[in-house]
DNA sequence: CGCGTTTGACCTGCGC
DNA sequence: GCGCAGGTCAAACGCG
């Protein structure tokens, strides 16, 4: 808590969300080869073209971080409509992300294709197909070039309902099994997952900042901290205090560049972010988002689905001089421009933005 | 006292 | 099967 602070300039990044060990395998494989996508390489992503933009998904609620500009991400594609399953053709970018995800957390990639689990018409589950000859990039160079991205139908949200059932199974036997916890404590515990664990989205961004811990607006414990392979940074592991929230977030710096953090959010919530209370700052110049021209684009969080009116009529993204917080939800407006707040760029939170060509040759990172 | 952090132990999955 | 590394738990502790 005590370590937010103030001048936080944000990358984005989608990770995977389902978790398909022996897709991953042979994902990873190819991956490996063209080295673009283990976690080392840290591959940014350009946000689909604002063409595209009103058939993104608008669902999935981890917070996502304030949007840079376009021009400093690469493009990788997605297939949303085989659901990122490779078995259903070419390598999608829910594959990528999925390889991604075992890549590390310093590994840059937007998910425009995340299924939401609980909401989300079908029109709302668009999904990006990738251009061909760009479904996996030869190089960072080649990621830097937008892809030209179409937008097709169809999004199949039943591995994230999947998700959310198991999700809740596995909450109502914790349940159960925290009674029987208390007779055997610690060293007696009944191990809690006796099924694979189903992984929420994950949403990866980085900062340039100084401190670890971003204000996003929403209540953070602190329930970890890690020590991780190769890098003299621990990752420190946080989770939604608001109850019922089950969503997570993993904070740790990067080792080869200090001064950023990379944020790694896991599940939706399932409330507003209390920051939203306050619309002040940046959400109170709203117009100003309008004029915007990067593509970028954000899902809207669960809770704003389910209210629009509620949560949603204006882009918040709050900055404060004391912490840095930034509540990413924009409006229809904004997310058709798929602009990254002017406001931002005009204070200078982005133009630190971690450059794409900020690539790791590493091998190969688990996370 | 409530809430958040620290930290060592434990759990889990994966590669060899 | 074993070892490693990531992820999680929960007791202990600190702070307001």
């Known amino acids: 808590m005590n370590e937010m602070k103030q001048n936080h300039n944000i990358s984005i990044v989608r990770i995977n969300s389902v978790e398909k060990r022996e897709e991953k395998k042979e994902l990873t494989r190819t991956a490996l080869k063209t080295e673009n996508f283990n976690m080392a390489n840290s591959a940014f992503i350009t946000p689909p ?78 999904s990006f197909v990738p251009s061909p000859a760009s479904s996996v990039p030869e190089t960072s160079e080649v990621l830097n070039n937008p892809a030209t991205p179409n937008s097709s139908a169809s999004i199949s949200s039943s591995s994230n309902e999947a998700g959310e059932d198991a999700f809740q199974q596995v909450k109502a036997g914790d349940q159960e099994e925290e009674q029987d916890q208390d007779k055997n404590k610690k060293q007696l515990k009944p191990k ?35 020590a991780v392979k190769n890098s003299p940074y621990p990752r420190s592991y946080y989770r939604c205090t608001s109850a019922g929230c089950g969503v997570k977030k993993r904070v740790e710096r990067s080792s080869d560049d200090p001064s950023i953090v990379v944020t790694t959010y896991e599940g939706q919530h399932i409330h507003p972010s209390p920051v939203i209370r306050g619309s002040i700052g940046i959400l109170a110049d709203s117009s100003r988002f309008g004029a915007a021209t990067s593509s970028f684009v954000f899902p809207q969080p669960l809770y704003q689905q389910k209210d629009a009116s509620m949560y949603s009529s204006s882009p918040s993204l709050n900055f404060t ?25 005009d204070h200078g939170l982005l133009q ?16």
């Not at 500009?69 to 297939?79: R, Y």
């Not at 004391?322 to 997310?335: A, I």
Request: proline share 12%; with cysteine; hydrophobic share 30%.
């Open 49 to 126: 073209p604002t063409s595209d933009i009103d058939h993104m998904p608008n669902v999935f609620s981890p917070p996502p971080p304030p949007p840079p500009p376009s021009s400093i991400f690469d493009m990788i594609p997605c297939d949303i409509s085989t659901g990122g399953d490779p078995k259903a053709g070419s390598l999608g970018f829910m594959d990528l992300l999925d390889i991604n995800q075992d890549f590390g957390a310093s590994a840059f990639l937007f998910d425009w294709c995340n299924q939401n689990p609980v909401v989300g018409s079908p029109q709302q589950q668009q």
């Open 352 to 367: 630190d933005i971690v450059p794409s060509q900020m690539i790791r040759k590493e091998s190969k990172e688990e996370w």
């Open 192 to 226: 809690k997952r006796s099924q694979k664990r189903l992984r929420e989205p994950r949403f990866a961004f980085m900062t340039k900042s100084e401190v670890d811990h971003l204000d996003d607006g929403y209540r953070w414990r602190k329930y970890g901290q890690k």
């Open 321 to 345: 001089s004391s912490t840095t917080r930034f509540s990413p939800s924009f409006s229809l407006q904004e997310r058709r421009l798929g602009s990254p707040p002017s406001l931002l760029r």
